[in-house]
C-alpha cells in the first residue's frame, strides 16, 4: 500500500507505507526537540511518536515551530508513563530498544535490530527513567568521544532514524522518494 504525502510545500508524491520504527519519548523537556524529532520521523516514514509524561505533545505552540507542520503527519499518541507505552508496544510485538550509554549498550552501527522496533528517547538531563530502562529489550549508543558523554536528543534520534531506514530498505527492498527532486 501507497500513501499520498506532500513533497515540498505544494507537490504530492506517492509514498511506501510508514516504517515499523516507533520513537518513545521519555519525558523530553524541550518542546524544540520533540518538534526535530516529528521533522526526522516525517523524513523517514516513521510510523509514529509516544510522548510520554511531560513531553510535549500536539498541538503544542513551540513543538510546532520546529515540527512545520510534521506534528500533523506523523501520528502521536500520548502516555502518562513510559513504561505503560513500553508495554503496549511489546504487545504488539515490537523490540524496544533504549537509545543510552548504559554498560553493554552497542554502538548504533553494530546493534541487531528486529523490525517492528521502538527506540525509548531519555530525557535531555536525566536520561532514560530507571523504570522504563528495565523494560528494554535491548541498548543502542552513539559514540561520543568528546568531553559530553552524549549529543541533542534530536540529533541522536535522527541518527538512530536514518540507521532504521538504512537497514529497513536494505532488508526489505524499500525505496524512498529523491529529496533532491
Known amino acids: ?17 510508514w516504517m515499523p520504527v ?10 524544540y526537540n520533540v518538534g526535530n524529532l516529528f521533522r526526522a520521523a516525517e523524513a ?15 498541538p503544542h ?7 512545520r507542520g510534521c506534528d500533523e503527519v506523523v501520528p502521536c ?5 513510559t513504561t505503560d507505552a513500553i508495554n503496549a508496544l511489546k504487545e504488539r510485538g515490537f523490540t524496544v530498544y533504549g537509545v543510552d550509554t548504559v554498560e553493554g549498550a552497542a554502538m548504533f552501527w553494530e546493534a541487531e535490530m528486529q523490525f517492528p522496533c521502538a527506540f525509548v528517547m531519555g530525557n535531555e ?3 532514560i527513567s530507571e ?15 568528546g568531553m559530553k558523554n552524549s549529543i541533542n536528543v534530536g540529533n541522536c534520534g535522527a541518527v538512530i532514524l536514518f540507521e ?7 532488508r526489505f527492498g524499500q525505496k524512498g522518494g529523491d529529496s533532491a527532486k
Open 22 to 31: 516507533v520513537l518513545i519519548l521519555d519525558n523530553l523537556r524541550s518542546a
Open 61 to 67: 505552540i513551540k513543538l510546532q515551530k520546529t515540527a
Open 131 to 145: 523504570e522504563a530502562l528495565k523494560l528494554c529489550d535491548g541498548f543502542v549508543k552513539l559514540p561520543a568521544i
Open 77 to 81: 499518541e500520548h502516555f502518562e508513563q
Open 44 to 58: 523517514t516514514r516513521t510510523m509514529g511518536i509516544i510522548t510520554c509524561g511531560y513531553t510535549a505533545t500536539p
Open 1 to 17: 500500500m501507497k500513501v499520498t504525502v506532500r513533497l515540498g510545500d505544494r507537490n504530492t508524491v506517492e509514498q511506501p507505507d
Open 125 to 127: 538531563a536525566l536520561g
Open 164 to 170: 532504521c531506514v538504512r537497514r529497513y530498505w536494505h
